[in-house]
């Protein structure tokens, strides 16, 4: 079952994918069953953005009389959502671009453009619009959309809500081999140790092997996607796909440290140390507020098939998932906050106010940013998210390493007398496993 989960998810990434170097077919049956569907959908920004179209059958598009329309985003929501009841013909007369399809290969300039924002390229032909149509030859093409670089060239195939994703994630990916070079060989001493941390730590560094694989693979897929519009949607896919894990990985760490907190203070007497709770209600939590994230992380990337790991919030799924992160944070603050209100040791409540700030932090990024991000253009609220919800699911790794790699802090907590962390080993608990 694991496995074939883990297909789905890579076939929706790859099927899924959408360049800015397309190939394929201009059918005019679904052009007239699906008028007001755009082929394509890119941000163009500057002076000097490029439409690059090239046809195989000529003569079937001057037959058909095919042309492009090109919309702004803004003013053809205006026109689909008018009082006026315009007609086919009528709407695609008030494009702000048009291209006849009447060259082998031909370029349309997009120009001044006063900021980045989102255009619509329609398909239409002289049976679009007429209820006669008789069958025919798909026009077969290769499309390109291109914005100018640095120098004002048009050859850069990422979009302005893209732009500077690629850079982003090398630099990501080198601060993890940096780091990694200088902190790996004493990480895995203390792993190897088994210790009262051994547990948590050894989920703590496969999330974040996992976090590091994301950003690598979707490093390989920018990478490849500067060239030709393309990219590896493969890569792409695996990338979401590790974010997913790690996700759902860091969850259960969370739920499942703060639950055994909480309900081993009511069942369990203070002069016993807290071990890492697995009673039935601990688990049964856990693993249903799991298959839950779960479900809506995979619904989300059905629903919105652009390669990134955070998606803007526009659909059903990623509502309902900014949602549950809200709740978690709230229910996760609210029992460490009863924790903490009656914790005597300064040391424990401290410990415990930083636990709470790197959960808080880990779960409530993501819809704050999303909220934030509404204040902005459309082209940078995409950027915004995902870099944002990176970044600062980073620091809040790092501060649950430096709180459980702590010898000033961790280790003098767990050897109090009264309630202790959940992963100190008990003498009847040295052989039980929980992940």
């Not at 370029?107 to 049976?127: A, G, R």
């Not at 941390?197 to 590091?212: D, G, N, S, Y």
């Not at 703060?258 to 140390?273: A, L």
């Not at 998210?385 to 990176?390: A, K």
């Amino acid at each position: 079952m694991r496995w074939r989960l883990l297909w789905l998810l890579c076939a929706a990434g790859w099927w899924g994918a959408g360049g800015k170097t397309l190939r394929g077919g201009f059918a005019s049956a679904a052009a007239r069953l699906e008028p007001w569907r755009p082929v394509a959908r890119f941000q163009f920004h500057g002076d000097h953005a490029v439409l690059c179209v090239r046809i195989k059958n000529i003569a079937v598009a001057l037959a058909k009389e095919a042309r492009l329309h090109l919309f702004q985003a803004q003013e053809w929501q205006k026109l689909q959502n008018s009082i006026q009841d315009h007609s086919c013909t009528e709407k695609f007369s008030k494009a702000q671009l048009t291209m006849t399809v009447n060259h082998t290969e031909q370029n349309l300039t997009v120009s001044q453009i006063p900021y980045p924002e989102t255009w619509y390229v329609f398909y239409v032909d002289k049976f679009t619009c007429e209820e006669n149509y008789s069958e025919s030859e798909d026009i077969q093409f290769e499309m390109v959309l291109l914005n100018p670089d640095a120098e004002g060239n048009p050859l850069d195939h990422f979009s302005a809500g893209e732009s500077g994703l690629h850079e982003f994630f090398f630099l990501l990916v080198l601060a993890y081999f940096v780091t990694a070079c200088i902190y790996a060989q004493s990480l895995w001493q203390t792993i190897k140790k088994r210790g009262p941390m051994h547990t948590v730590l050894k989920v703590l560094t496969i999330a974040l092997l996992l976090q590091a694989g994301s950003a690598f693979a979707n490093y390989l897929h920018f990478s490849s996607y500067s060239k030709d519009g393309i990219g590896a949607p493969f890569m792409g896919a695996l990338a979401e796909l590790c974010d997913i894990v790690s996700q759902i990985q860091m969850l259960y760490l969370l739920l499942s440290l703060c639950m055994g907190w909480t309900i081993g203070r009511m069942k369990k007497s203070h002069g016993r140390p807290l071990q890492w709770d697995s009673t039935p209600t601990s688990t049964g939590i856990a693993v249903v507020v799991v298959i839950t994230q779960s479900f809506l992380l995979i619904w989300e990337q059905f629903e919105d098939r652009s390669h990134h790991s955070y998606h803007s919030h526009h659909g059903l799924a990623s509502g309902l998932l900014i949602g549950l992160r809200v709740c978690l944070a709230l229910s996760l603050a609210a029992g460490l906050y009863q924790i903490i209100t009656v914790e005597r040791s300064m040391l424990k409540r401290e410990f415990y106010i930083t636990f709470a700030k790197a959960c808080i932090l880990w779960f409530l990024c993501h819809p704050c940013l999303a909220t934030i991000s509404i204040i902005f253009r459309e082209y940078q609220r995409e950027k915004i998210i995902t870099i944002g919800v990176i970044l600062c699911q980073c620091i809040s790794m790092v501060i649950l390493y430096r709180l459980f790699l702590s010898h000033s802090l961790y280790w003098e907590v767990s050897s109090l007398s009264s309630v202790t962390l959940p992963l100190t080993v008990s003498s009847g608990h040295k052989n039980r496993h929980h992940f």
